[in-house]
């Protein structure tokens, strides 16, 4: 089992810079494929970046693609998503998911095949 606790957010002004962690316990995050989501008022939950557990690229969503990284601290037990020129339709709750593929190379896209997940963090971005 694997706890994650999502750290971060805030509030931030269109175009800035924010990142958000999330720490894992329990279990190493090495162990897991994880993932980012978020969920704006009113819609679905989305996929937004996730690493598989070897953890050699990791995929964006399209809306995010060359604004916002990924990444790992395995010595930390945490990943982190660094958010760039972040837009006013980047406010979201940001959460945090863990799960693990029967392949080490599988990054799992879809909010059903993660079973472990945080509580969120809200990021808020003005005008």
């Known amino acids: 089992q694997v706890q994650l606790v999502e750290s971060g957010g805030g509030l931030v002004q269109a175009g800035g810079s924010l990142r958000v962690s999330c720490a894992a316990s329990?279990?190493?995050?090495?162990?897991?494929?994880m993932g980012w989501f978020r969920q704006a008022p009113g819609k679905e939950r989305e996929f937004v970046a996730g690493a598989s557990r070897v953890g050699v690229n990791a995929l964006y969503a399209d809306s995010v693609k060359g604004r916002f990284t990924l990444s790992r601290d395995n010595a930390k037990n945490t990943v982190y998503l660094q958010m760039n020129s972040l837009k006013l339709e980047d406010t979201a709750v940001y959460y945090c998911?863990?799960?693990?593929?029967?392949?080490?190379?599988?990054?799992?896209?879809?909010?059903?095949?993660?079973?472990?997940w945080g509580q969120g963090t809200q990021v808020t971005v003005s005008s």
């Open positions: 998911a863990a799960t693990r593929p029967g392949s080490p190379f599988t990054t799992p896209r879809r909010e059903s095949e993660y079973n472990h």
């Open positions: 329990g279990r190493t995050a090495s162990y897991y494929a």
